[in-house]
């Protein structure tokens, strides 16, 4: 998930903060160190995560665009300058954009403001912006919410006592609130200095960055491992009672699966998954080593020569075209599959299919696949020229039976034909006439759409006035009754607006 850092340069930045008694510093380098603080905690703990960085006051300028060079970020907050008013509206926008240009409006991203809680003043302060919001023409919208998910995390140079005592701090729970509310606002706590600061950047990272570490099992196998990006609760809809479902920290292999049985499921999100390797204490050299000191090897090198679990799984995967189904948690479960980006590089990758028992319903329910070895007869044949998918339900779908679907306007009209046709060559074709009658009587009722049988009755109506003198006798009685039918069942009497119901030829004496 795409990282924006957008940072406050305006000059309400640059007041002085006494600390101690004896430094002084504004309140800018505070808001510096508590980003270098972050881009320390992402290079190490981080290192997949693209981040970007823009700087704004009266204007926004984006200083380093999307990149994981974070000596490079780094480098741009030490040469800040300072500049003019706030104007949050504007960066807004200018976040809005780059987000688009660089990722579309599909990839979810974080925004993390850094700023002193001042709201500008003026045209184009943030109260002025929200102040206006119901006066607002289509092109000039706020740019708020973002067309792309988003999480806004708002980082206040200022403790939330000094924001309370004016209206900054309800402007910008209002600027929460329009972003979609999946955010939160720090504030420092107690008085300003390098460890408040400290501790509230802290906070972030254990609310966005940390990262999320997991043990991977395969019966008497395990490895440590950790997934990126980590992984967000997720909250089952259908639920009286929805309580948000997070992944347990231990994934749990059930079994393995052909690629072509599980296809191109569903799902809800994706994962890389890294082997995380372990240290472990190196005996020391003995004394009769040589006196010319040679290079110890790094731990990386130690750890890329140690066997490890994950990436066995990742090569078997690979080679044997299959995936692995793992147990997220309780009735929750995903997958595991080797996901090649060049024809040399591949990555382990892991997508978590929608909470329940039976995510994919050709596969049936999770729990009730077994080892292939266990079957009575091989499922998949001797020469592997079958597959016991997709699961054949016990109940037959809707959608296997033989509805009367009206997608688009050619579609009804060429129904409607089909009976008027029938119509004009009875009594030859009274049975097939009153079957696409009834097709197309159950199918408008099932949909509501009682003007369509008047239309149809008032059709027979005027075929039936306009029969010829040469016409059977029979045809005039069997459309004045079916129209009467018709008419009956768009009037919503229950004894004729039946859906099980099927209008039956009339018995005359012309009929054999």
Not at 217 to 229: A, E, R
Not at 251 to 266: K, Q, R, T, Y
Not at 356 to 370: E, F, Q, R, V, Y
């Amino acid at each position: 998930m795409p990282t924006v850092i957008l940072m406050d340069v305006s000059l309400s930045m640059t007041r002085p903060v006494s600390l101690d008694g004896i430094e002084e510093f504004q309140r800018k380098n505070l808001a510096v160190h508590g980003l270098n603080m972050l881009f320390e905690h992402m290079a190490s703990n981080y290192r997949l995560e693209f981040t970007a960085l823009m700087a704004f006051s009266s204007l926004w300028e984006l200083l380093v665009p999307f990149t994981r060079d974070y000596n490079a970020l780094q480098e741009a907050l030490s040469n800040l300058e300072d500049y003019d008013k706030t104007c949050l509206e504007l960066a807004l926008q200018g976040v809005s954009s780059v987000v688009q240009q660089e990722w579309g409006s599909a990839c979810p991203c974080q925004v993390v403001l850094v700023t002193d809680g001042s709201l500008g003043i003026g045209k184009g302060s943030l109260r002025q912006s929200l102040q206006s919001l119901k006066h607002r023409g289509d092109d000039k919208k706020f740019p708020l919410p973002f067309p792309f998910p988003t999480k806004l995390f708002i980082m206040c140079v200022a403790n939330a006592e000094e924001l309370q005592m004016t209206d900054a701090m309800e402007n910008l729970e209002e600027l929460l609130r329009l972003s979609g509310g999946d955010g939160q606002i720090f504030t420092v706590d107690g008085l300003l200095c390098m460890k408040s600061v400290q501790a509230m950047f802290g906070m972030l990272i254990d609310r966005a960055y940390s990262p999320f570490h997991a043990v991977l099992h395969c019966g008497n196998l395990s490895s440590d491992v950790q997934v990126f990006p980590r992984p967000e609760p997720v909250v089952v809809d259908e639920e009286v009672e929805p309580i948000p479902r997070t992944v347990s920290t231990d994934l749990e292999i059930v079994g393995f699966i052909e690629i072509a049985d599980i296809s191109s499921p569903p799902v809800i999100s994706r994962h890389l998954v890294l082997p995380i390797a372990v240290n472990k204490e190196v005996d020391e050299v003995g004394a009769g080593a040589t006196d010319e000191l040679e290079e110890e090897p790094s731990a990386s090198q130690m750890a890329g020569k140690s066997p490890n679990f994950c990436v066995l799984l990742h090569g078997s995967l690979k080679v044997e075209g299959m995936v692995a189904l793992v147990q997220l948690g309780p009735e929750w479960f995903g997958m595991l599959y080797s996901q090649a980006d060049s024809k040399k590089k591949s990555n382990l990758m892991m997508s978590l299919f929608e909470p329940g028992p039976d995510p994919l319903p050709w596969l049936g329910k999770i729990s009730h696949l077994g080892p292939v070895s266990e079957a009575a007869e091989n499922p998949y044949g001797e020469d592997d020229s079958k597959s016991p998918f997709p699961v054949q339900p016990q109940v037959k779908r809707s959608y296997a039976q033989n509805v009367t679907v009206w997608i688009k306007a050619s579609g009804l009209q060429t129904d409607v034909q089909k009976i008027l046709r029938n119509a004009r060559k009875l009594p030859d074709k009274t049975q097939t006439f009153y079957k696409e009658l009834n097709r197309l009587r159950k199918a408008a009722l099932a949909f509501g759409f009682w003007e369509l049988l008047k239309g149809v009755a008032e059709l027979l109506e005027r075929e039936c006035t306009m029969l010829p003198d040469s016409a059977h006798p029979d045809a005039a009685f069997q459309l004045s009754h079916a129209a009467h039918q018709l008419k009956l069942a768009s009037s919503g009497d229950s004894q004729y607006a039946a859906f099980e119901h099927n209008i039956a030829p009339m018995h005359t004496d012309f009929s054999s």
